[in-house]
């Protein structure tokens, strides 16, 4: 371990907590990580800044924290393709995934082929990716109507039997659709209310219902 990439763990090591690695580990990441939150990787990425060679290292030590770390430091402009998939195949943890795909799929030429490709694909995860690129093309408004209407056609037709964590992607493409495409609003509302997914998913104080009508009509109402 050369003398960056030593001095790196130990420091995630040091901000990592028992009860942050706990409830991670419930959440998919395994037992090989510190436990270190979202906040706290991000502020040492901002020191780091962009660092290829030190992001391919840490990720190559298989710990979560050093490879969420890793996807906030990487240039995805030096990654292949198949070294952008292979990033993709070995993870199997949502909130890892979700990152590697919103700071480093998202950011290479791959992107638009990585979501057809992916998103009718076995492996759950790469499935799950599929979709989170779609939806994050539904944010920046880079979807045709062409490609809103095949995505809803999807969504009405597989999501009620789709495993949770495609499901769950799936149901936030619906949502980012309504939010930010006006003219599907009511069709998306309407096809939640039809599926009925995650509407009796608990939903802690302060926070936003998962289930699509709901969250769609919280967001809305905060634009008024």
Not at 14 to 23: F, I, K, P, T, V
Not at 119 to 137: L, Q, S, T
Not at 191 to 201: C, V
Request: glycine share 4%; aromatic share 8%.
């Amino acid at each position: 371990m050369n003398t960056t990439l030593e001095k790196v763990m130990s420091q995630l090591e040091e901000l990592g907590s028992e009860n942050s690695r706990a409830s991670y580990e419930k959440l998919g990441a395994g037992t090989k990580q510190f436990g270190v939150g979202a906040v706290k990787t991000r502020a040492i990425a901002k020191k780091i800044k962009k660092d290829h060679p030190l992001a391919l290292e840490l990720w190559q030590t298989g710990n979560s924290d050093a490879q969420f770390l890793a996807a906030l430091i990487m240039n995805p402009s030096e990654l292949s393709k198949h070294q952008t998939e292979q990033l993709v195949d070995e993870i199997s943890y949502s909130k890892l995934l979700d990152e590697v795909v919103g700071k480093v799929v998202m950011n290479t030429p791959y992107a638009k082929d990585f979501a057809k490709e992916w998103m009718n694909a076995p492996e759950v995860f790469k499935a799950r990716a599929g979709w989170h690129i779609h939806m994050m093309y539904a944010v920046r408004v880079n979807l045709s109507n062409e490609e809103i209407d095949s995505l809803l056609y999807t969504i009405e037709s597989e999501m009620k039997d789709a495993p949770p964590y495609k499901q769950e992607t799936m149901n936030k493409c619906l949502v980012e659709i309504a939010l930010h495409h006006d003219s599907y609003t009511a069709r998306c509302l309407e096809i939640g209310e039809r599926l009925g997914q995650l509407s009796d998913r608990k939903v802690h104080k302060g926070c936003t219902s998962p289930y699509a009508p709901e969250w769609i009509a919280a967001v809305l109402a905060k634009r008024l």
